[in-house]
């Protein structure tokens, strides 16, 4: 077997350090045709990598693009995965995992010593905004070719060897895999080296039909790399689906069923739900350390405070009352032991529905209201911050048809609708022509920098997925930001809300459990 001794070039920025602090095991990479490829000490970037000159360019410092200035954290991410063929990036939103990735991508190229090229896979908000923009923002990734494979061209992308980079949306994996492998074979037909999952959290679920596509695909590039900054914003269980579409089980196992027995047990009387002891939970952490690298946003960035504010609210005594029949009605069939997690799903969607104040009727189309108590608590929050901007989140429709009623002239970023509206939106809330915009957090909550129109965030009504909650909040709560940001929530008295936001803030306490064991671990490395 060849080994090519990967060594930098003159000029290089490196550091002094002689460990790049790879596993054992991943301290070479194996090319098509046996050659492995040993990696040098960590790299930092300098001013002229890259073909991109220290000196002036000769035009108005108004018209230049600027440099990409990274910081230390950030070029300790360049080293995680340009060292790891297998790694993960936990960066908190907000911290730029994108250009770190990109710099990464650039770092390989030369130390491979020739042109490779990166799939990107991307909820299609940030394929269509976050991607399609970062590479124009900075000098050192400009000269790189970017396509989106999306749209009528999107076959002719995904062939093109024109292009560097190409983005893809997760759903299109299901048209894009025969451009990938050939046939039942799933031989490689393709000429990428790096797969990128930008939110790693979309690969969680090892059932759906997306990670079945994606299984045969992975060991068909030399680098995989995941960026998620909510790696188990729902429990240590969707680590696996994450972890195996980086190693392809090497860390974790090859079975999801063998992860959950090893690591999880359930409590008697509580069927649906798989927990986990602190002592496995460390464990657990400490495994996965090896592959993903965790920085807590705090000890880098100087972002301002940001303050929780629940807002009670009291439902009229006559909605309050139809509140408590539905409410019993779901107790009355777990009391039955009837209750699947199908029609739980179910029934608390409508406790949380008519929290807010109306419920959908069967179909699904026309809804019938009950309170206008959130209604009038939202405007009187309006009014106390005075034309202040504020973003209303909302998680079913009839809530942003009746929120639209009161404010009319509002924005929306919702399911469905295309790049070129999301961006129109944006830029009225950025420049700050919209002191108010509503967002459905499944649509708004990867990919989009809305810090700059606003720093007030009030939920109508909340979700139980905590990625999409800190999701959406680190829209406004980013780099860039220079105002206290605060995060109110209405919570109906004595109804399913209180319930959903004690819910949130245990996973969150969960996720920072995570998250501190990491930084434990990678303090007892260095």
């Known amino acids: 077997m060849r080994t090519t001794e990967a060594t930098e070039e003159p000029g290089m920025a490196r550091s002094d350090s002689a460990d790049p602090g790879m596993s054992p095991h991943l301290r070479g990479v194996q090319e098509g045709g046996g050659t492995v490829v040993k990696y040098p000490t960590p790299h930092f970037w300098a001013p002229g990598e890259y073909g991109v000159p220290s000196g002036g360019s000769g035009l108005d410092p108004a018209f230049q693009v600027p440099l990409w200035n990274p910081h230390e954290y950030q070029n300790r991410g360049i080293n995680w995965l340009a060292t790891q063929p297998e790694s993960a ?42 991607w399609l923009e970062e590479f124009t923002k900075w000098k050192q990734f400009q000269h790189l070719k970017v396509g989106l494979a999306h749209g009528p061209d999107k076959e002719l992308v995904i062939k093109d060897d024109y292009y560097d980079i190409v983005i893809l949306n997760y759903d299109g994996l299901a048209w894009a895999k025969e451009y990938l492998v050939a046939g039942k074979s799933d031989k490689k037909i393709h000429n990428f080296e790096i797969l990128l999952y930008d939110e790693l959290t979309r690969v969680k679920n090892t059932n759906s039909q997306r990670f079945k596509i994606l299984k045969p695909l ?69 495994k996965v350390g090896a592959l993903a690298m965790y920085v807590k946003p705090e000890e880098w960035l100087e972002l301002p405070e940001l303050i929780h504010i629940p807002i009670k609210v009291d439902l009229e005594p006559k909605a309050l009352e139809r509140y408590k029949e539905l409410e019993e009605e779901f107790i009355l069939k777990v009391d039955d032991g009837v209750i699947t997690a199908a029609n739980a799903g179910v029934l608390s969607s409508k406790l949380r529905q008519y929290a807010g104040g109306a419920v959908y009727q069967e179909g699904g189309e026309i809804f019938q209201t009950f309170s206008t108590a959130k209604l009038e608590a939202l405007e009187q929050l309006v009014e106390e911050l005075n034309g202040e901007p504020l973003l209303i989140a909302y998680n079913f429709d009839h809530e942003r048809q009746r929120i639209l009623e009161k404010f009319p002239d509002a924005p929306c970023i919702k399911g469905g609708m295309s790049a070129g509206q999301v961006q129109m939106a944006m830029a009225r809330w950025n420049s700050g022509m919209a002191p108010i915009m509503l967002v459905q957090p499944q649509a708004a909550a990867h990919g989009l920098n809305l810090q700059f129109g606003g720093a007030a965030i009030c939920w109508f009504s909340l979700t139980f997925n905590l990625e999409d909650y800190l999701q959406l909040i680190a829209r406004i709560y980013r780099q860039g930001q220079t105002k206290r940001v605060r995060n109110y929530a209405l919570l109906a008295n004595k109804t399913i809300d209180g319930y959903v936001f004690k819910v949130l803030n245990g996973k969150d306490t969960d996720q920072k459990s995570f998250f501190n064991q990491l930084l434990i671990l990678a303090k007892n490395k260095s």
């Open 89 to 130: 990036l936990f960066f908190p939103p907000g911290l730029g995992k994108t250009s770190t990735s990109l710099a990464a991508y650039l770092y390989v190229q030369r130390l491979l010593k020739r042109r490779i090229r990166m799939l990107v896979l991307a909820p299609l908000k940030v394929c269509q905004t976050t």
């Open 218 to 286: 992975l060991t068909t590039f030399m680098f995989r790399w995941g960026l998620t900054g909510t790696p188990v914003a729902n429990g240590l269980l969707d680590l696996f689906g994450q972890i195996y579409a980086l190693d392809e089980g090497k860390l974790l196992g090859r079975y999801i069923t063998h992860y959950r027995l090893k690591w999880f047990h359930k409590r008697p009387g509580d069927e649906f739900t798989w927990h986990i002891d602190s002592i496995n939970a460390k464990t657990l952490t400490d």
